[in-house]
């Protein structure tokens, strides 16, 4: 989230779309709930079912699942033929006034640059244009046609209302009431919130989904400002922190990147990431990487860790391509994987196509599970009838189960959606001989350090060096890990203005990332939680609620990050001279008697700086402003393009019916063999979307009685008009079969999944919560990911679960 | 003034409380029931999260023992946290049934080992197991880790084994595996948040 729960209270419109909060997120939900109760804020749901969501909306529009960037591309055609938009916000704060290449083009739904054999593009005609001083062209009349706004004007011109009507079936008044209750936050006294989660991650498109959403909120100035921005609502009690930490395949801890094979050069590496200004006077804080680097390279490594030695940068392992989790099974499958570690990923229910992924695990050789549940993973070797039909005496893989802790039995802290660090304790001893996961894997990592120690082997100086300063060794405890990834000085850092004033003595905890060194003196193992154990004590553990400015910002509750700031870009909610643009929900101003910003919030922005140097509120882009354009860091196009699904019930791509490179994204990753694996509309006519239950939390909550009293039995969701047709009436059981498989299970027919008119024919969609298997408490139901597609978003994998083709019948 | 037993209790449950009836000369001539002490009194509170998603309600946690040595703390009782910001108290269907996860029947809770072609678990020691899959690991990267690649660059990963982390674990349980997959060269290495 670029805001937080609490902040929702601060808006006047709510927008859910590609997420269903009153269902997934009830607790964070109720803060829509106040803003309705006390600001009269409005609430708009889009989503293909009339979700719990939208059961208290003030206006439900329905679209058809994996069209949202043709929706949102019709409200940004909406906003810049109205002129609802924030005049001086996208002038100053965003690259409305910027030149693009004279060479980059969009031709029939391509690119520039395609490469149809390796599905990818050469991007180097996706940029600006940059004059000889290094700085970006600009022309802040906007009448270039290749500046951004022209540009953009030009490109969502094509998405008029009867053609997204058209291609997402939203009756076209309909979308048009959602474009007029949006376009009214374009003022500087309104403002609007996004919330999405995974309906919109979860699709070939994913990222431009939400990059659609975000160039929406742009337009209207609602990004850095109380109650408005763009909040993910994300899934798991620490699928943030996660992230945060690097723990991804590319990833080192805050948002730092791994090498890839070309980059031998540590220099050119860090410099390549050390972005420098693109436009006069930006700070463009990535300029700082090294810092980070090398301090997390201190915490990883210590002392062995020099200048001489790049901080060990050859340690690292360097990418040749993308380890994502589709790569890795398909890598598995293809017999290249050995070993496979789940530490509380339960792959074989939540991966796609499960029979490729059972099929993959049984071709590893060693499978370690550690979880604090018995999971259909650890069990996939198992027989366990029509739900898991495997015969074990064939599948040669050696398993392991260790059974960890749960949250109630552990100290530690987890990352909200809020990006709020919070710490819990622990209650009770774990079940039986069930062990804390730190302990788990010390106790692996030790016992491999021993044998590298004593026999040698392959490269083992990153395993015999790195630190591991703990009180018990093969119990490292939470507090001790907090202080390392929260860092501290080795050697005393000094203030660079005035090098005899030391701001930490050696030793001592550091007091955020400004205080981070490139001279080996600090260690700290997350920059951006830097200060979340400083030598005040542990911030996480903060628990004033105090809300002293009155718009829910509570400073002292925890630790957010960065620098425990609780709005992103807060900057952006004042005028280039340093005023709020609504003085009503004020987080920051200049304060020019201080010479300082400040507010309810900590600024986002260097705090000494005075509006009229210039400097603009996106500071981590070397820019200093927002990108409609977003150069080279998209796989599929600088600007996002409405393509359908990779199953689609449609021959083609209404946008552009004559192109068949252009019907599903161009730049989607599709393995070999999974081309054959996905079906056709003669086939598998209908639409097909798994989701999500108030009553369940993914796999786990089948094991806890009370929710498996409540949602006991797997079943899916069809509308009026297709049971009629298939004869299929309210409690039947069906099958519903995609090319990959299929599922059993009970038909709710209901008004809530209805009919949708696209392209001149009727669609229907069948709806699937996911919540069932074969373990647990809950009647043994089917894996729906039996039938979801190999396939996911070009950026960043993600599978697409919520569009494919499926076909149904009465059992 | 006296009370019969079953208009005392009458007077407790329309909320008075005791030591004021007392007070006021209510106390019954003699001892003929002992009002029963709120369970919660005798439990020790315990702050945390709830592990579900991640709106991060506060939980209050209720467990019973002194943790004297014999006595090991049993959860008894969770709810929400009304001092925290943004749940203020309240829980959603899934944290109200959070009692159940703890105390779940599919609870694991000894080490376990599943032998190639086998159709059961057995057993396994902590240590066992540790020795067993360190061993396991150990050659496999040693066959197949990777130092430079074809061009004679300086690559350093292994790929043959991979890992799943979990969201759901703690930043302090993340740090600490991020810091030891990358120091085996993992590269094949990603947690829910990709899916």
């Given at each position: 989230m670029t805001n937080h729960w609490v902040d929702i209270k601060n808006t006047d419109l709510v927008l859910i779309m590609g997420g269903n909060a009153a269902e997934a997120h009830p607790c964070g939900f109720k803060w829509v709930t106040e803003a309705k109760a006390h600001r009269k804020a409005r609430l708009i749901v889009v989503d293909p079912r009339f979700t719990r969501s939208a059961a208290v909306s003030d206006y439900y529009a329905p679209i058809r699942a994996g069209t949202d960037i043709a929706f949102l591309g019709g409200v940004i055609n909406y906003l810049l033929s109205n002129d609802k938009i924030h005049h001086e916000y996208v002038k100053t704060y965003t690259d409305f006034s910027f030149l693009v290449k004279d060479e980059f083009a969009f031709n029939d739904g391509l690119y520039s640059g395609y490469n149809p054999e390796k599905r990818s593009y050469d991007k180097s005609t996706w940029g600006y244009q940059v004059g000889a001083d290094g700085y970006v062209v600009t022309d802040p009349t906007l009448q270039n046609p290749r500046c951004v706004y022209q540009m953009m004007k030009a490109h969502y011109a094509r998405y008029t209302p009867d053609v997204v009507s058209s291609i997402c079936g939203t009756p076209k008044e309909a979308f048009l009431k959602v474009c007029e209750m949006i376009a009214g936050t374009a003022t500087p006294n309104k403002t609007m919130t996004i919330m999405y989660a995974l309906g919109w991650t979860q699709h070939s498109q994913g990222s431009q989904n939400i990059r659609t959403g975000a160039m929406v909120q742009l337009l209207l100035g609602n990004i850095g400002v109380a109650g408005g921005g763009m909040n993910a609502l994300r899934g798991h009690s620490n699928i943030q922190g996660l992230t945060d930490l690097g723990l991804l395949s590319n990833l080192l801890p805050g948002y730092m990147s791994l090498p890839n094979d070309a980059e031998q050069d540590y220099k050119a590496y860090v410099e390549k990431r050390a972005s420098k200004p693109l436009r006069p006077g930006q700070l463009s804080y990535w300029q700082n990487y090294n810092k980070f680097f090398v301090s997390n390279m201190k915490a990883w490594w210590g002392d062995a860790a020099t200048a001489e030695n790049n901080w060990c940068y050859d340690w690292l392992p360097k990418l040749d391509k993308g380890y994502d989790l589709l790569q890795v099974f398909e890598n598995m499958n293809q017999g290249k994987v050995n070993g496979y570690i789940c530490q509380g990923f339960n792959p074989l229910a939540s991966a796609p196509c499960k029979v490729k992924v059972s099929g993959s695990l049984a071709k590893l050789k060693y499978l370690v599970i550690i979880d604090p549940l018995a999971t259909e993973t650890s069990e996939f070797w198992q027989n366990h009838g029509e739900y898991n039909d495997v015969d074990p005496a064939k599948i040669q893989t050696e398993v392991f189960r260790l059974p960890s802790t749960c949250f109630a039995e552990e100290d530690g802290s987890l990352v909200s959606s809020s990006r709020v660090l919070q710490w819990h304790w622990k209650a009770a001893e774990p079940p039986g001989d069930a062990k804390g996961d730190q302990e788990i894997m010390a106790g692996i990592f030790l016992r491999l350090r021993d044998l590298y120690k004593k026999g040698g082997g392959a490269f083992p100086d990153p395993i015999l060096n790195l630190t591991w300063k703990h009180r018990q060794p093969e119990s490292p405890s939470p507090e001790e890990l907090a202080r390392e990834f929260s860092g501290k000085a080795l050697k005393d850092v000094t203030d660079p203005k005035d090098p005899a004033k030391v701001l930490v003595k050696a030793g001592e905890q550091l007091n955020g990332f400004a205080e981070l060194r490139d001279d080996g003196s600090t260690s700290c193992g997350c920059w951006i939680f830097?200060?979340?154990?400083s030598e005040k004590g542990n911030l996480m553990a903060r628990r004033d609620n105090s809300d002293p400015y009155g718009i829910g910002q509570t400073l002292n509750w925890a630790f957010a990050w960065p620098a425990n700031r609780r709005v992103l870009y807060n900057r952006a909610s004042c005028d280039p001279s340093g005023k709020p643009y609504d003085p009503t929900r004020k987080l920051i101003a200049w304060d020019a008697a201080s010479g300082k910003w400040g507010g309810a919030d900590i600024p986002?922005?260097?705090?000494?700086?005075?509006?009229?140097?210039?400097?603009?509120?996106?500071?981590?882009n070397p820019e200093g402003v927002a990108r409609f354009f977003a150069v080279g860091l998209m796989a599929e196009g600088p600007f996002p393009e409405h393509y359908e699904p990779m199953e689609s019930p449609l021959a083609n791509n209404p946008m552009h019916p004559k192109n068949e490179m252009a019907r599903a994204n161009p730049a989607a990753r599709v393995f070999k063999e999974d081309w054959a694996s996905f079906g056709k509309p003669d086939q598998f006519p209908y639409v097909g979307t798994t989701y999500r239950l108030t009553e369940h939390f993914h796999f786990w909550t089948k094991h806890a009685r009370l929710n498996a009293i409540i949602q006991p039995e797997q079943f899916v969701e069809i509308g009026e008009d297709l049971a009629k047709e298939k004869g299929i009436k309210d409690g039947d059981h069906v099958r519903v079969r995609s090319k990959r498989g299929f599922i059993v299970a009970v038909a709710v027919v209901t008004k809530r999944v209805r009919t949708l008119d696209v392209e001149g024919r009727k669609v229907h969609t069948v709806g699937m919560p996911i919540h069932w298997g074969f373990m647990g408490l809950t009647k043994n139901g089917y894996?729906?990911?039996?039938?979801?597609?190999f396939v996911g978003d070009a950026n960043t994998q993600t599978p697409e679960f919520k569009a494919f083709l499926v076909n149904i019948e009465k059992v | 003034m006296q009370v019969t037993r079953r208009q005392f209790f009458k007077i407790c449950a329309a909320g008075v409380g005791s030591s004021s009836l007392v007070a006021l000369g209510f106390a019954p001539g003699e001892a003929l029931a002992e009002v029963r002490a709120f369970k919660l009194a005798r439990t020790t509170e315990t702050r945390n999260t709830c592990p579900y998603c991640s709106v991060g309600c506060g939980l209050l946690i209720y467990s019973l023992g002194?943790?004297?040595?014999?006595?090991p703390g049993e959860i008894m009782h969770i709810e929400g946290d009304p001092d925290h910001p943004v749940n203020r108290g309240t829980l959603c269907p899934k944290g109200a049934g959070l009692l159940d996860f703890v105390?779940?029947?599919?609870?694991?809770k000894q080490p376990e080992y599943r032998a190639p072609g086998s159709k059961e678990w057995t057993p396994i020691s902590w240590d066992d197991a540790f020795t067993r899959i360190a061993k396991l690991m150990k050659d496999d990267r040693d066959k197949?880790?990777?130092?430079?690649n074809d061009k004679g660059e300086t690559v350093n990963r292994w790929v043959s084994t991979g890992m799943l982390a979990a969201s759901a674990s703690s930043n302090e349980t993340g740090y600490l595996t991020q810091k030891i997959a990358r120091s085996l060269g993992m590269l094949a290495f990603d947690n829910q948040a990709r899916v």
């Open positions: 830097s200060g979340a154990w986002d922005f260097k705090p000494d700086s005075p509006p009229e140097d210039g400097m603009n509120p996106f500071i981590m894996i729906t990911n039996t039938l979801t597609p | 002194d943790k004297a040595k014999n006595a105390h779940s029947p599919g609870r694991l197949n880790f990777i130092a430079k």
